[in-house]
């Protein structure tokens, strides 16, 4: 889309100069291609040196009180002394214990408490498990992202070193997926398969059948699934909250052995700061030796060389508190005593008011339907603006008070950007209303 010259001399609700500035001084090539913490620092800087506030929408922070429950547990085990004592490496048993009844009674999933493993986030779990699954096999020396997907998780492959291809799902849904998978998975090189489910940008859901399509060609080609659970039972679309009931979680542990799965606690129980995620592997391929581990890591089983030879080495074990705070919030899921769904369903609510703002204002939903139903409301979405590129859209909505961040920096090939509801507060609205109102005034359609 062509920029008028009205557009450089007429009022926006930030000023060019300002967030220009800005930009210069923090030293960002192309705004639009900036990492999510750049665009938290250079909305910070502005917000410094204005007396407005943006409406910020770029990063996937919880925007709920933490969960009571894990507090409490908290406190009461900081008071009993834990703090001053090292925990075991593969964490503690109460977790480990009810980590494993959480996936059976939300999964219908079983896994014995060995393999549910504490890390310091599901990042950590998954910089552990990436470099893990990069040493097992020489030949298999590249893992594989469905895209659009978490840009932290391509970070941690870059500083590791490791090998990683990429592609984006959203042209290859239903047997389409199957096809694309083989052609990939056939050359013999990919030693893993990454997602998030719900999707992160796109909130896209995978369906049962691409379940099944994924974890038999892991199968088929032994390669390890990796499953990103950051929004566990957050599709809103259905209820996913009764304990030992269907319907559960979707997850691809249903149709492979050849799985990890990831479980935050930072979305669903709202305790982000504390750092305190499961990564679960299933009992075939906790127990599994791989000879290639032993050269570099001296360790020949995949669960073993994870807890005693990579976490010990990053971190030895995951903050002691903390362990059973998340023990407790799992406890009392597993027993019906906290429906954690319920408590996360504002992020669904706001989300359809915040993407109803955008439709009525020229914007569209990039990442629109879900197979045949439309994408769920949840605590992403995507936006794009006819005539501007992904870049240029964030470039210009910064200026109206709008921050996000490019879908291209998730590997997404559609232009667009991903919007989080979570740290837009309901009367934030009006405002959001306002600024999007101008912005399409200011850049009406042909």
């Not at 597993?334 to 992020?347: A, L, M, T």
Request: charged share 25%; proline share 4%.
């Amino acid at each position: 889309m062509a920029v008028s010259e009205r557009f450089y001399t007429m009022s926006t609700p930030f000023s060019r100069e300002l967030v220009d500035e800005c930009i210069s001084q923090l030293r960002i090539d192309e705004v639009g291609n900036a990492t999510i913490r750049e665009i938290v620092a250079l909305v910070n800087a502005v917000e410094e040196k204005s007396s407005d506030k943006f409406i910020r929408m770029e990063m996937g922070v919880p925007g709920l009180p933490p969960a009571k429950v894990g507090v409490e547990a908290e406190i009461e085990a900081l008071k009993s002394g834990v703090a001053s004592k090292y925990p075991m490496i593969d964490g503690i048993k109460p977790l480990k214990e009810e980590a494993s009844r959480f996936v059976k009674l939300f999964m219908n999933v079983d896994v014995k408490p060995q393999g549910c493993i504490p890390s310091v986030g599901s990042m950590q779990g998954t910089y552990s498990a990436f470099m893990v699954a990069s040493h097992v096999d020489p030949k298999k020396d590249t893992l594989l992202f469905i895209d659009p997907g978490f840009p932290v998780q391509k970070q941690q492959m870059f500083v590791m070193g490791c090998r990683y291809e990429t592609f984006d799902v959203f042209s290859y849904r239903g047997e389409g997926l199957r096809t694309k998978l083989e052609s990939i998975l056939s050359k013999g090189n990919i030693n893993s398969i990454v997602y998030s489910n719900p999707n992160n940008p796109s909130w896209i859901c995978f369906t049962e059948a691409e379940l099944q399509i994924i974890g038999e060609l892991a199968t088929k080609y032994d390669v390890i699934v990796m499953e990103d659970l950051a929004y566990f039972a957050m599709d809103f679309r259905q209820n996913l909250y009764t304990p030992g009931e269907p319907p559960y979680q979707p997850t691809v542990a249903h149709y492979t052995d050849n799985y990890v799965l990831f479980i935050s606690s930072s979305k669903i129980f709202s305790y982000a700061g504390q750092r305190i995620g499961i990564m679960v592997i299933s009992d075939a391929l906790y127990n599994r030796d791989y000879e290639n581990l032993k050269p570099r890591f001296h360790s020949n089983s995949f669960g073993n060389t994870i807890t005693q030879r990579v976490l010990y080495a990053i971190s030895s074990g995951t903050s002691h508190s903390a362990q059973y705070a998340l023990a407790a919030m799992f406890k009392a899921a597993n027993e019906g005593k906290f429906n954690f769904v319920d408590d996360v369903k504002e992020y669904g609510e706001k989300a359809r008011i915040m993407k109803d703002l955008f439709l009525k204002n020229g914007f569209h939903i990039v990442y629109e339907k879900d197979g045949d139903q439309l994408v769920a409301d949840g605590f992403y979405f995507t936006v794009g603006y006819p005539g501007m590129t992904g870049e240029e859209l964030l470039h210009n909505l910064l200026y109206y008070g709008v921050s996000a961040i490019s879908l291209k920096n998730t590997g997404s090939e559609k232009e667009g950007l991903r919007a989080c509801v979570s740290h837009v507060s309901r009367d934030q609205f009006d405002d959001l209303e306002k600024r999007l109102v101008q912005f399409h005034n200011d850049f009406p359609l042909n």
